[in-house]
C-alpha cells in the first residue's frame, strides 16, 4: 500500500516525496534516517501523524466550514481582529475529539517507541509541520509549534491537537493571505520523535553555509547550554564557530573562528506535569566555557557536510541546508534533530551586487552613534524608532518605522513585513529575529543589549548594516549611497588584481568580487579590534596584577574564559588571519606582520608600560626594527605562532607573511632566525616571506633582500614619503605629497626590474593604482606581477587596466 492515505508512520518508512502528506520537517528526518544514518550521522527515531490524520479530524468534528465562516472578509492589516479571529478557530480545534480508530493508531506506535528506548512512557518531542512549510516559494521560519518532553498517551494528545491548532496561530493566517495560499490547501502533520537529553548538555543550529554573505565554504554552528529553544527563539548569545570545509575534508582541525557567548540561561526539562521545561541560570563558570568541545564542533561540522551533500545530489542543485542540533547529555553523544533547505542565500545571484555605502566622515559618523550590535544584511535604512514591548503595542506600528523590542518570536512577523529595520536588545547571527530580517531584505541589528532604553519612541535613526560585522544605529540621518553592479559584465585583466583586506568581517563578501587573491591583509585591525590589549601585558600579566589591578581587570574582563592570556592573542589573531585567508582560498593572501608605531602601540591596554616616547614615530621603532629586539622579540613570537595555527593547525597555506619596514638586508636576516625560533621557518611547508618595499635603501639595495625574501610588495605611501622627505600628515607640505614624483616612479622601475631579474614576485599594495589610472598604467607598462587594491576600487581599477592593456596590445 502507498504511504498517501495512511494516518500514522514511522520516520523511516517517509522519505522527500511524501512531503505533501508528512510536512517538510519530517519528510526531511525520514530522507535521512534512510540515506544518512548508514553514514554514521545519528537521527532519533520517531513517527508521523499525517496531514491526512488532520485532514480526517478536522472532518469528523465538521471544522472546516466553520472555519471557513470565522475567516470570512478578514483583513490582515487589521492586527486586533486577525488576533480575534485566530483564537476562536485555536479553540475550535483544541475543543474537538480525535476518531476513535486515529486515537488508537497514535497510542499504538507511542508503546511501541517507547519500547525501542526501553522506557515505559518515552519523552518526545511533538513538531507540527505544515505541508507547505520549507517550501521554496516561501521560507517559514518558526511558523509552527514544537512541544517538547511530552511523556504519556494524554500528554501526547493534547500536544497533537495543540499542534492542529497552530495551522491558525495569527502569523500563520496572516502568511497565507499575503502568499495567496489557500487555507486548506495546507495541512498539517504532526512529528512525535524521541527527545536528546540536551537539558544535560547542549543544542543549537548550523548552517552549511555563512548566513551573512552567503560564502559556501564555511559551516556555521552556534549553540548554547540546555534545549535548543533558546538559541531559535535568540533569548541568548549563543557559542560560534566557523569551520572551513575544503581544509576540514583534507583532514586538518579546521575551525577559523570562535566566539564566546552570553549564555545565562537554560532551558531544561521542568519537574511537574504542568511545567514541562524550565528557565534557570548559567553557572559562571560554565558561562566562560563553549558549550561543544573543539572536536565536537568538528564531527558536527563534517556531519553538516555530508547533509549539504545528499541533499544537493538528491536535488541535482547545489542545496545549502539549515540544521538543528543537540548533544545527549546522558550518552554524551551528538544528534541531528532537524534539516531543512536554507532559503535565502541558496536563490540569490552573486554576479549583480548592491553595495551600500557610508559617505558620511567617520568623526561625524563616531559623534552620531548610539547603539551597537551584531549586523544582519548589508544594508541602510533611515527611520522612526517604534518601541514594541509586546504586540498589544501594534497598533501604532506603521510601514518604515524602525521596530525595537526585547527579542521577536513567530507572533511578530506580521509587524516584521512593515519595518524598515530591526532593533533588539538579545540574539545572536541566527536567532528569529535574524532569520526573518535576511528573508525580507531588511536591515536588523541584533543583541545591542539595551536598545529598549537607549532609543527613544519617535526618535529618528539610520540603522547601518554596511559597515562589517558590527551594526550601528546612528541618531538622526547620516549620508551613503547606493551603487547597483553586475560583475559578470567586467573584463578579465591579464595584469592580476588583488586586494586590500584590512578586516576580516567583510572578507567573506568580498570574495565574491572579482580577484586573484589578497595583496594586503594588515594585522593591526585584528589586534586593535578582535584583541585590544598590547601583547606585552598578557604576556607579563602576573606583574601587571601586581603593579596596577584596576587594568588586570579590564584585562580578565576582555580575555573572559580564556585562563592562559597568551593563548587569548594567539588565538584571537589566528582567527582574523584565517577568516581572510579561507575567503579567497587558494588564492594567495598576503599577511603583513603588525605595524603599529610606538605611539599607536601604546594606546592598547597596558602599552604604556611598555611603550618609549619617541619624537618621530613614524620613522621610529616599528616593523622588522621590532620583533627582534629584546624588548619584543617575544611579542613577535605570538605572532608568529598565530600564523603556525593558521597554516598547519587549520590548513591555509594560501597564507603568505610579510616583513615590513625592513631597512637593510641584515634586519630581514635576523627577522627569518626570530621566526624559525618560533616554528616559522621560510620555504617549510611551502611557507613564503616578502618584505615591504617602502624604503630607498629597499630599492637601492633589491639585489641583496633578494636572497633572504621570495617577494616585495611596494607600499606607495611610505615609499613616497621618504623618497621626498616629507611628513605626509603635515599640512604645510601635503601639496608635494605625489606618488608620481619623477623621483618615485623611477625607483618604482627600478626595483621592480631587480626583482625580475632575480626571480622574484614584486607586486603593489599603495593607494596610487587606484587613484591615478595614468599611475596604474605606469605600473603595468613596468611589468607590475600584481596590482593590490582597496575593495571599492575594484570595479573602477579593473576597467581602467583592462583599457591600458588593450591600449599597450598585452594580451
Known amino acids: ?6 494516518l500514522v508512520l514511522w520516520l523511516n518508512e517517509v522519505g522527500i516525496e511524501d512531503v505533501n502528506l508528512v510536512g517538510g520537517k519530517n519528510a526531511s528526518l525520514g530522507e535521512m534516517i534512510r540515506g544518512l ?65 486515529l486515537r488508537e493508531k497514535i497510542i499504538e506506535y507511542y508503546i511501541e517507541l517507547s519500547k525501542m528506548y526501553g522506557k515505559h512512557r518515552v519523552d518526545v518531542a511533538v513538531r507540527s509541520s ?25 500528554s501526547l494528545l493534547i500536544a497533537i491537537k495543540s499542534c492542529f491548532a497552530s495551522l491558525f496561530t495569527d502569523r500563520a493566517i496572516s502568511y497565507r493571505e499575503s502568499f495567496g495560499f489557500d487555507h486548506f490547501s495546507i495541512g498539517l502533520a504532526v512529528g512525535v520523535q524521541k527527545m536528546v537529553r540536551s537539558d544535560l548538555a547542549s543544542a543549537g543550529v548550523a548552517f552549511s553555509l555563512d548566513t551573512e554573505s552567503g560564502f559556501k565554504d564555511v559551516v556555521l554552528i552556534n549553540g548554547a547550554y540546555g534545549l535548543g529553544e533558546l538559541v531559535v527563539q535568540g533569548a541568548v548569545t549563543p557559542d560560534e564557530w566557523l569551520v572551513f570545509k575544503p581544509t576540514l575534508l583534507e583532514g586538518y582541525e579546521a575551525i577559523i573562528e570562535k566566539k564566546l557567548g552570553v549564555k545565562t540561561q537554560k532551558m531544561i526539562y521542568g519537574t511537574t506535569e504542568e511545567e514541562r521545561v524550565k528557565i534557570v541560570p548559567v553557572s559562571k563558570e560554565d558561562q566562560a566555557k563553549f558549550c561543544l568541545e573543539d572536536d565536537e564542533v568538528l564531527k558536527l561540522a563534517k556531519w553538516v557536510i555530508e547533509i549539504e551533500k545528499y541533499y544537493s545530489d538528491k536535488y541535482q542543485k547545489w542545496t545549502p541546508m539549515d540544521v538543528e542540533w543537540a548533544k545527549d547529555g546522558e550518552l554524551n553523544e551528538l544528534f541531528i534533530v532537524q534539516a531543512r533547505p536554507e532559503t535565502v542565500h541558496s536563490r540569490k545571484d552573486h554576479s549583480k551586487i548592491t553595495i551600500y555605502h557610508i559617505t558620511e566622515p567617520i568623526e561625524s559618523r563616531i559623534e552620531k552613534r548610539i547603539l551597537e550590535g551584531i549586523a544582519v544584511g548589508d544594508k541602510v535604512a533611515f527611520g522612526k524608532v517604534k518601541i514594541l514591548n509586546s504586540l498589544d503595542d501594534a497598533k501604532k506600528f506603521e510601514a518604515g518605522d524602525i521596530l525595537v523590542t526585547d527579542m521577536t518570536d513567530p507572533d511578530w512577523e506580521p509587524i516584521m513585513k512593515k519595518a524598515g529595520a530591526i532593533v533588539t536588545n538579545r540574539g545572536g547571527r ?36 554596511a559597515e562589517g560585522e558590527v551594526g550601528y544605529v546612528y541618531d538622526g540621518k547620516i549620508d551613503y549611497e547606493i551603487e547597483e553592479v553586475d ?24 570574495s565574491f568580487l572579482p580577484n586573484d587573491g589578497v595583496g594586503l591583509a594588515r594585522e593591526e585591525f585584528i589586534i586593535n579590534n578582535y584583541i585590544g590589549i598590547h601583547p606585552l601585558a598578557l604576556i607579563k600579566f602576573e606583574e601587571i596584577k601586581e603593579k596596577d589591578p584596576e587594568l588586570a581587570k579590564k584585562i580578565e574582563e576582555k580575555t573572559f574564559g580564556y585562563d592562559d592570556k597568551t593563548e587569548y592573542y594567539i588565538k584571537k589573531l589566528s582567527y582574523g588571519i584565517a577568516k581572510i585567508g579561507a575567503a579567497f582560498y587558494p588564492k594567495p593572501v598576503i599577511v603583513r606582520f603588525s605595524d603599529f608605531k610606538t605611539n599607536e602601540y601604546a594606546n592598547l591596554l597596558g602599552g604604556q608600560y611598555f611603550e618609549p616616547k619617541e619624537e618621530n614615530p613614524m620613522i621610529g621603532w616599528r616593523g622588522a626594527s621590532r620583533y627582534y629586539s629584546p624588548q619584543f622579540k617575544e611579542a613577535f613570537g605570538l605572532e608568529c605562532k598565530a600564523i603556525l595555527r593558521v597554516r598547519n593547525k587549520m590548513g591555509l597555506k594560501n597564507v603568505i607573511v610579510m616583513v615590513p619596514f625592513c631597512r637593510t638586508p641584515e634586519e630581514g636576516k635576523k627577522v627569518l632566525e626570530v621566526m624559525e625560533e618560533y616554528g616559522l621557518k621560510k620555504g617549510e611547508n611551502e611557507l613564503q616571506v616578502y618584505v615591504m618595499c617602502e624604503i630607498p635603501s629597499n630599492v637601492v639595495l633589491a639585489d641583496k633582500f633578494s636572497e633572504y625574501f621570495d617577494g616585495f610588495s611596494i607600499g606607495s605611501n611610505d615609499l613616497t614619503q621618504l623618497t621626498l622627505g616629507l611628513d605626509r600628515d603635515s599640512n604645510l607640505v601635503a601639496h608635494l605629497y605625489d606618488e608620481r614624483n619623477e623621483a618615485v616612479k623611477r625607483l618604482i622601475a627600478q626595483v621592480i626590474k631587480t626583482a625580475k631579474e632575480h626571480g622574484r614576485k614584486i607586486g603593489i599594495c599603495g593607494q596610487g593604482p587606484s587613484d591615478y589610472p595614468d599611475f596604474a598604467q605606469f605600473l603595468v607598462e613596468q611589468g607590475i606581477d600584481s596590482i593590490s587594491i582597496n575593495p571599492d576600487a575594484i570595479l573602477k581599477t579593473t576597467k581602467a587596466i583592462y583599457e591600458i592593456e588593450q591600449k599597450l596590445g598585452i594580451k
Open 130 to 154: 505544515a505541508t507547505a512549510e520549507d517550501l521554496p516559494d516561501a521560507s517559514f521560519a518558526g511558523q509552527q509549534e514544537t512541544y517538547l518532553n511530552i511523556k504519556g498517551e494524554e
Open 430 to 465: 541566527t536567532c528569529h529575529a535574524a532569520i526573518v530580517a535576511r528573508e525580507l531584505g531588511v536591515p536588523a541589528v541584533v543583541g545591542t543589549g539595551k536598545a529598549t532604553e537607549v532609543l527613544k519612541d519617535g526618535q529618528e535613526v539610520t540603522v547601518s548594516c
Open 37 to 101: 544514518t548508514p553514514k554514521g550521522i545519528k537521527i532519533p527515531m520517531g513517527y508521523v501523524v499525517t496531514a491526512e490524520a488532520y485532514y480526517y479530524f478536522i472532518k469528523y468534528n465538521k471544522l472546516d466550514q466553520k472555519i471557513r465562516e470565522t475567516l470570512a472578509g478578514l483583513n490582515v492589516d487589521d492586527i486586533e481582529d486577525l488576533h480575534r479571529r485566530g483564537l476562536t478557530i485555536r479553540e475550535m480545534i483544541k475543543g474537538g475529539d480525535f476518531p476513535p480508530d
Open 487 to 510: 560583475i559578470s559584465t567586467l573584463p578579465k585583466t591579464k595584469t592580476p588584481i588583488m586586494m586590500n583586506i584590512a578586516t576580516p568581517e567583510g572578507a567573506f563578501d568580498y
Open 1 to 6: 500500500m502507498s504511504n498517501e492515505k495512511k
